[in-house]
């Protein structure tokens, strides 16, 4: 099993729509969680990262952590075609409040937003 | 705004031959990363560094792989004898000293190097 589970689409929804984005954990000691954009042939750009349970809000973006059933989510509201990406969900792990520093990623989400 | 750069942004070679990449990180950032990426998979973590000390390298990494950052502040990612396996992108990748009272957890990109082994 892989420790980062991201179904990788593609998803193709309307403009104006909510996006949500999932992705499943396994191995939850001390976590923290990322979200990255990757536009074609470009370097992942940082979104939002959390470090506990619950929601965490960032203009159109809202991040989702339910560790009780290891389930990160991504929602993006009011879609633009600007949005069209690959969605990346990270993992990382926490020791004495230090962080390991290898992410280990999902296979990422292809999101398409149409006109 | 000078984000993490890296050089070249393309490379294609032959089977067998040597290639160097060099990354740049965001100026004051203490730790820089390198991850490789085939297509349509998300990012896989080569070895990390913390100034200039190598903290973890990852069993992906071969003995044809090396990475040095000898100053703590550039790096560079040598692979020798080239195999068409080797073809993907190869990201790099800087993150804050928790000193800066910036988390140390976010790790912020570059463009990567694209390479290609015929």
């Known amino acids: 099993q892989k420790e980062v589970e991201q179904d990788p689409g593609p998803l193709s929804v309307p403009e104006g729509a909510i996006v949500s984005l999932n992705c499943t954990y396994s191995n939850s000691a001390f976590q923290y969680f990322m979200w990255y954009r990757q536009y074609s042939r470009k370097g992942p750009e940082l979104l939002m990262y959390?470090?506990?349970?619950g929601n965490k809000e960032d203009g159109r973006f809202t991040a989702q952590v339910d560790k009780s059933s290891k389930y990160i989510s991504l929602f993006i509201r009011d879609s633009q075609p600007s949005d069209s990406a690959t969605y990346l969900c990270?993992?990382?792990?926490?020791?004495?409040?230090?962080?390991?520093?290898?992410?280990?990623f999902g296979q990422g989400t292809i999101l398409t937003v149409h006109p | 705004d000078t984000g993490v750069s890296q050089d070249p942004r393309h490379k294609i070679t032959k089977r067998g031959q040597n290639v160097t990449f060099r990354c740049d990180p965001i100026?004051?950032?203490?730790?820089l990363y390198w991850y490789r990426q085939t297509l349509g998979q998300g990012p896989e973590f080569l070895t990390y560094?913390?100034?200039?000390?190598?903290?973890?390298k990852s069993r992906l990494l071969s003995d044809r792989f090396s990475a040095e950052r000898p100053k703590g502040s550039f790096s560079t990612l040598e692979i020798q004898r080239t195999e068409q396996g080797d073809s993907a992108m190869y990201l790099c990748?800087?993150?804050?000293?928790?000193?800066?009272?910036?988390?140390?957890?976010?790790?912020?990109f570059g463009p990567g190097t694209r390479l290609l082994v015929l």
């Open positions: 100026s004051e950032h203490n730790r």
């Open positions: 560094f913390q100034n200039e000390a190598q903290l973890e």
């Open positions: 990748a800087s993150s804050p000293s928790a000193l800066t009272g910036q988390p140390e957890e976010t790790q912020y």
């Open positions: 990270a993992k990382g792990a926490l020791a004495g409040g230090t962080s390991y520093g290898k992410l280990t």
């Open positions: 959390t470090y506990s349970s």
